[in-house]
């Protein structure tokens, strides 16, 4: 069964930067980043798909970068310039290639993906 396990949540304060990691059991050619702040819908943060397309949403553009490291079926997503707004649970998301919303420009939904990590809490306060 896949494994998927996040790493490097924390406390901040605003206009600063975490990295996130996702250890995975295995490759997966779609990952994606979700949110979910109390009261809220989980909401696709960013996502990587085979060959390297990504997608992110509106609110984290020219701040939040996804990458991978295929060698160590690892995903990244460094947050920069964190504001509170970003305080929320992330979580790292798998679903095969057939699958991969990013593929096609569409937004990530829960839906889309069937493995998901237990999440990492990141606080950001002002």
């Known amino acids: 069964q896949a494994q998927l396990v996040e790493s490097g949540g924390g406390s901040v304060q605003a206009g600063g930067s975490l990295r996130l990691s996702c250890l995975a059991s295995?490759?997966?050619?779609?990952m994606g980043w979700f949110r979910q702040a109390p009261g809220k819908e989980r909401e696709g943060v960013a996502g990587?798909?085979?060959?390297?397309?990504?997608y992110y949403t509106e609110s984290v553009k020219g701040r939040f970068t996804i990458s991978r490291d295929i060698a160590k079926n690892t995903l990244y997503l460094q947050m920069n310039d964190l504001k509170t707004e970003d305080t929320a649970m992330y979580y790292c998301?798998?679903?095969?290639?057939?699958?991969?919303?990013?593929?096609?420009?569409?937004?990530?939904?829960?839906?889309?993906?069937?493995?998901w990590g237990q999440g990492t809490q990141v606080t950001v306060s002002s």
């Open positions: 998301a798998a679903t095969p290639h057939s699958r991969c919303p990013v593929v096609v420009g569409r937004t990530p939904k829960s839906a889309d993906f069937d493995y």
């Open positions: 295995t490759y997966w050619p779609c």
């Open positions: 990587i798909s085979l060959g390297g397309i990504t």
